[in-house]
């Protein structure tokens, strides 16, 4: 009989109504049950944390997704966040230190968006809160008055690094990947390696540097209708791999 991997998605901790709820986005749940062919499990957002070290050796990958929020700068600096700029606090008390966790553990990781700058930030990097307001760089936003398609559409290219795990997957140097995000990596986390960059030099793609451990990060969605771009299902194929290697070990 044919056993999935589990594959825990941290979830976002929202008001609906006077009411908390704690969701993750339909499109990252069906990703991980058709590129990774997961049973994915939801992981609330508690405060305080809940004891994730119980859970971590039951589960087999940890998708860390996108979402509304952006990380609370003082976990990266001493800025002051900006008029508008949507946190979750909740979330962070949670993912941050579920990363640090998860590697301990050698969780194999797939970190989209939000979770790209989740892994830099909880391993001791550091954001631009406005990357188009930085010299030098390019809007990386969406149009939000776009229909969906097109603001999920390839936006613009990526050049994969040599001898990363991404250049190997599309078999070129470079690729086409959509953009929806106003925020990116400043420095580098210590222990994270560059696996792709946009044209204007901004860090797309990181992993860590260790061999026993598989953790990839993107901060592009290739969640999005994954089924119909090959290079987007080749990266949760791969992460996939991770996650049944996990599983047969630990079973």
Same mark, same amino acid.
């Not at 946190?87 to 966790?101: F, K, S």
């Not at 550091?126 to 776009?146: A, M, T």
């Not at 040599?162 to 086409?176: I, K, N, P, T, W």
């Given at each position: 009989?044919?056993?999935?991997?589990?594959?825990?998605?941290?979830?976002?901790?929202?008001?609906?109504?006077?009411?908390?709820?704690?969701?993750?986005?339909?499109?990252?749940?069906?990703?991980?049950?058709?590129g990774a062919e997961a049973l994915p499990?939801?992981?609330?957002?508690?405060?305080?944390?809940?004891?994730?070290?119980?859970?971590?050796?039951?589960?087999?990958?940890?998708?860390?997704?996108?979402?509304?929020?952006?990380?609370?700068?003082?976990?990266?600096?001493?800025?002051?966040?900006?008029?508008?700029?949507?946190?979750?606090?909740?979330?962070?008390?949670?993912?941050?230190?579920?990363?640090?966790?998860?590697?301990?553990?050698?969780? %194999?990781?797939?970190?989209?968006?939000?979770?790209?700058?989740? *892994?830099?930030? /909880?391993? $001791? +990097?550091? !954001?631009? &809160?406005?990357?188009?307001?930085?010299?030098?760089?390019?809007?990386?936003?969406?149009?939000?008055?776009? %229909?969906?398609?097109?603001?999920?559409?390839?936006?613009?290219? *990526?050049?994969? /690094?040599? $001898? +990363?795990? !991404?250049? &190997?997957?599309?078999?070129?140097?470079?690729?086409?990947?959509n953009s929806l995000h106003g925020q990116?990596?400043?420095?580098?986390?210590?222990?994270?390696?560059?696996?792709?960059?946009?044209?204007?030099?901004?860090?797309?793609?990181?992993?860590?540097?260790?061999?026993?451990?598989?953790?990839?990060?993107?901060?592009?969605?290739?969640?999005?209708?994954?089924?119909?771009?090959?290079?987007?299902?080749?990266?949760?194929?791969?992460?996939?791999?991770?996650?049944?290697?996990?599983?047969?070990?630990?079973?």
């Amino acid at each position: 009989m044919h056993r999935a991997p589990l594959i825990g998605l941290p979830s976002d901790r929202k008001m609906v109504g006077v009411h908390p709820f704690h969701c993750v986005g339909e499109k990252y749940i069906s990703a991980a049950v058709v590129g990774a062919e997961a049973l994915p499990v939801l992981l609330p957002s508690l405060q305080p944390a809940l004891d994730w070290a119980q859970l971590l050796d039951r589960l087999d990958g940890l998708i860390l997704t996108g979402a509304p929020s952006n990380i609370e700068p003082k976990h990266y600096s001493d800025e002051s966040s900006y008029e508008g700029n949507l946190h979750d606090p909740a979330r962070d008390a949670n993912t941050l230190g579920l990363v640090r966790l998860a590697i301990a553990h050698k969780l %194999p990781i797939l970190a989209l968006c939000r979770g790209f700058q989740e *892994v830099n930030v /909880a391993l $001791g +990097g550091s !954001l631009y &809160q406005k990357v188009h307001e930085q010299p030098g760089f390019n809007d990386h936003r969406e149009n939000k008055d776009d %229909p969906l398609d097109q603001q999920y559409a390839p936006s613009h290219p *990526v050049h994969l /690094a040599e $001898g +990363g795990v !991404l250049r &190997q997957l599309a078999g070129s140097d470079s690729v086409m990947v959509n953009s929806l995000h106003g925020q990116g990596i400043r420095t580098l986390a210590p222990g994270l390696v560059v696996e792709a960059t946009a044209p204007d030099g901004l860090i797309e793609a990181i992993r860590l540097d260790r061999a026993d451990t598989f953790v990839l990060a993107v901060q592009w969605h290739p969640e999005w209708k994954l089924a119909l771009n090959p290079f987007y299902l080749a990266i949760f194929h791969t992460f996939a791999d991770a996650c049944r290697q996990r599983m047969n070990q630990r079973v």
